[in-house]
């Protein structure tokens, strides 16, 4: 049984949203550990930050915690290297093809329609995610699978090829095991040659420390020549619960061959 805090282990309710929230008062979690409570029909309800399955079947809650409460903005900084990118290379945005791995809520697929980009299929382990997609955001993916894409349906498989996708991106996904790097691989491979890859990853997870996991498959990619990053950006993912900013990097990057799987 959940054991009710007092008022006085929390911080103010925060109310910028549907939905109240209250972040515990002093914490030394991991980003991975972080929580908060949420006031629904007048009782407090702890919930776990990587507990997407239940945030994203409340209205708003998402959107509430990471968004208006703690100023992520992945999805636009990520948008932004995207948008140098189109610049400079003078890329018409109709003519990307885009593969949104780990789309979530369709927070990312908002942002690529923002650059004009038209063509966007998105993909999430959870269920949860494409019916609030479908609920939010039904305007931004042409299509939207949920799905293991290491086991997917053969036709889906044959179907997703066809598409020849351009452009792979993945946003505020990688590194705690949301996206493992197998799942990573099968996107990457969808990609057609001299396509773009546009991604963030806590820059933590990038040090010469850490390298298994994801940071080890781009740390193999980028050495043996299959993937060439062409624009890297450090910035703000978004605040701790402790007021402290969290720094990820941005990066775009390009395919030169398929990866090994």
Request: glycine share 8%; aromatic share 12%.
């Amino acid at each position: 049984m959940y054991h009710e805090p007092s008022i006085q282990d929390f911080d103010e309710i925060i109310s910028q949203g549907p939905i109240p929230i209250r972040f515990p008062r002093k914490s030394d979690l991991d980003q991975d550990e972080e929580w908060c409570e949420i006031k629904m029909d007048g009782e407090w309800r702890k919930i776990r930050f990587h507990d997407y399955d239940e945030i994203y079947k409340i209205p708003g809650l998402y959107e509430t915690i990471f968004y208006r409460t703690l100023r992520c903005n992945s999805p636009w900084k990520v948008a932004d290297l995207l948008r140098d990118v189109i610049l400079e290379e003078k890329i018409n945005p109709e003519e990307m093809r885009v593969f949104d791995l780990g789309a979530g809520n369709g927070m990312m697929g908002e942002a690529l329609q923002n650059l004009g980009i038209r063509s966007i299929t998105g993909c999430d382990i959870l269920d949860a995610a494409k019916a609030a997609t479908i609920r939010d955001r039904s305007w931004a993916y042409n299509e939207y699978f949920a799905m293991d894409l290491t086991n997917c349906d053969e036709s889906i498989m044959t179907h997703l090829k066809e598409q020849r996708f351009n452009l792979v991106t993945t946003v505020a996904a990688l590194g705690f095991g949301d996206i493992p790097p197998a799942v990573f691989s099968v996107a990457y491979n969808l990609l057609d040659v001299g396509g773009l890859v546009a991604f963030n990853i806590k820059e933590d997870f990038l040090s010469k420390e850490d390298q298994g996991g994801f940071s080890g498959l781009i740390n193999n990619l980028t050495k043996s020549g299959q993937l060439r990053i062409e624009y890297y950006r450090r910035y703000c993912h978004r605040f701790s619960i402790n007021g402290d900013p969290l720094f990820y990097i941005g990066i775009v990057a390009q395919k030169t061959t398929d990866a090994d799987i």
